[in-house]
């Protein structure tokens, strides 16, 4: 009679430990998925940390802007992702090569890199970018705030499409920016004071023509005994001179309250461009080998602004208020 029941309890015991396994199974959450729109938050900021006796404080800066020369790791495979010292995690950057102007979209995932350079590319991020190869490439690190869909591209290991080419102007701007080891394009407000020195002296040899129209002015009144009507008109087209003025200071008004555009952003193909317009309500026209978008055009300043507004809201945080051609 004892072996029955020794025999019962062992399977006694298997089944209650199976039943709490399966209870236990049913409780634990589900996984958040890494791909979804929920992989990007929250964000993660972290605490100070030194690299090589320089210490890097981490911040939420969303309009972080910075130049310098980027490092090509190993980690994020062909993935297009990067290591960045101090911007949130995930963050989503553009990385612009100051040598050949090209842009990419890439998602700030890991921090670093440990040494002095800017930031850390993947290989993947290089090669889209075509750094592969380069000992010290110099880029332009830029947060961006992309659409869902691009960010999901990344997300799943894929590449956004490649951002409009940065105009050479801007280019040797930045690459003078990084040359002078500073945030702040030096630069430009050196060659405002250099014109505004020259016209200053000019008043003084104004000075001196000031004596000649007084001498035309005094045979003037030599004419005028003979008939004081004709004189007169010849004296009230004088005040003409004034009359430039007014005409120089309405110059200036219509650029600023006439008519003004949202230039948003320049595509390389007309699709992504009719795309772009269609989502702000915009318009589309060539532009050499680009197509370009535009918002208005707006008879006032305010109207501008609020559409630009509209325009770096929706992720093109290059649009900029123009004149209208």
Known sequence: MRSPVNHALPLALVAALAGGVAAYAKQSPAPVPVSGPAADYPVVVGDPFQVGGATFTPEDRLNYDAVGYADVGTAGGTGISAAHKTLPLPSYIE???????????????????????????SPGAAAQLGLAGSARPAVRVRRVNPPEQERAMLRAGGRAPERMETPKGLLDALNRKLAAGTNALSPKPAVAPAPAATPTP??????????????????????????????????????????????????????????????????????????????????????????????GPFATRAQADAALAKAKGAGYSDARIQRAD
């Open 95 to 121: 990385v612009t090569s100051l040598e050949s102007g090209k842009t990419i979209l890439v998602r700030a995932e890991r921090r670093g890199p440990m040494n002095d350079r800017l930031i850390e590319l």
């Open 202 to 295: 000019r008043p003084a040899p104004s000075a001196t023509p000031a004596p000649r129209p007084t001498s035309s002015a005094a045979p003037k009144p030599s004419p005028t005994p003979k008939p004081s009507p004709t004189p007169k008109p010849t004296a009230t087209p004088a005040p003409a001179a004034p009359a430039p003025a007014p005409t120089t200071a309405a110059a200036p008004r219509p650029s600023v309250t006439g008519s003004q555009i949202v230039q948003v952003a320049a595509f390389s193909t007309q699709d992504r461009a009719n795309a772009a317009a269609a989502k702000l309500g915009g318009q589309v026209s060539p532009a050499g080998r680009v197509w370009r978008v535009r918002l």
